[in-house]
T-cell receptor
Framework: DSGVTQTPKHLITATGQRVTLRCSPRSGDLSVYWYQQSLDQGLQFLIQYYNGEERAKGNILERFSAQQFPDLHSELNLSSLELGDSALYFC?????????????????FGEGSRLTVL | SQQGEEDPQALSIQEGENATMNCSYKTSINNLQWYRQNSGRGLVHLILIRSNEREKHSGRLRVTLDTSKKSSSLLITASRAADTASYFCATGALRAQKLVFGQGTRLTINP
């Protein structure tokens, strides 16, 4: 058990719909990362938050948005869903190493949310 | 595009044999990490090697890093059926706030 909790585990929805994926990081971890894993694209970095602020952005679509709340949990919102959005969405957390900015240490991954868009 | 590329994409060996997976990357890094993923599960961190380190060991795992060649290798010795999983390398680029993962190597250990 990594200590990172993701809900829901499975989600089936239709095209055009909107879903929210939730992540609770490990106790004490200030950074939250979101990744998308699909068969043809591998593990793609979406976005990272540190203590409530967006710190890095990857290949995140405009239809997707995320935020990190004061209690450090994070939500990933996916809207106007398309068939190609079907994937495993992972949340990971970490403690930023010391005072060094831009250093990513060990990530602790949740078990993922499997999204199926029909 | 992915920063790291693993080679081979798939590897099948007999239990007890050693398994070696390679990773190549493109830009300067702060550290390189290896993760394991059982089918459909979350990734689990195995080992982190910093850019100023050349080799690191953890149990049956041995990781090497050659920054001049921008490559790393993961060696699993005395493999077990339970080692069957996908293995990913991930690079932390300098002044980057993210880890970039490769496509992974699917390792199958045959009993």
């Amino acid at each position: 058990d990594s200590g990172v909790t993701q809900t829901p585990k499975h989600l089936i929805t239709a095209t055009g719909q909107r879903v929210t994926l939730r992540c609770s990081p490990r106790s004490g971890d200030l950074s939250v990362y979101w990744y998308q894993q699909s068969l043809d694209q591998g593990l793609q970095f979406l976005i990272q938050y540190y203590n409530g602020e967006e710190r890095a952005k990857g290949n995140i679509l405009e239809r997707f948005s995320a935020q990190q709340f004061p209690d450090l949990h994070s939500e990933l919102n996916l809207s106007s869903l398309e068939l190609g959005d079907s994937a495993l969405y992972f949340c990971a957390s970490s403690v930023v190493q010391g005072a060094l900015a831009g250093v990513t240490g060990e990530l602790f991954f949740g078990e993922g949310s499997r999204l199926t868009v029909l | 595009s992915q920063q790291g590329e693993e080679d081979p994409q798939a590897l099948s060996i007999q239990e007890g044999e050693n398994a070696t997976m390679n990773c190549s990357y493109k830009t300067s890094i702060n550290n390189l990490q290896w993760y394991r993923q059982n089918s459909g599960r979350g990734l689990v961190h195995l080992i982190l090697i910093r850019s100023n380190e050349r080799e690191k060991h953890s149990g049956r795992l041995r990781v090497t890093l050659d920054t001049s060649k921008k490559s790393s290798s993961l060696l699993i010795t005395a493999s077990r059926a339970a080692d069957t999983a996908s293995y990913f390398c991930a690079t932390g680029a300098l002044r980057a706030q993210k880890l970039v993962f490769g496509q992974g190597t699917r390792l199958t250990i045959n009993p």
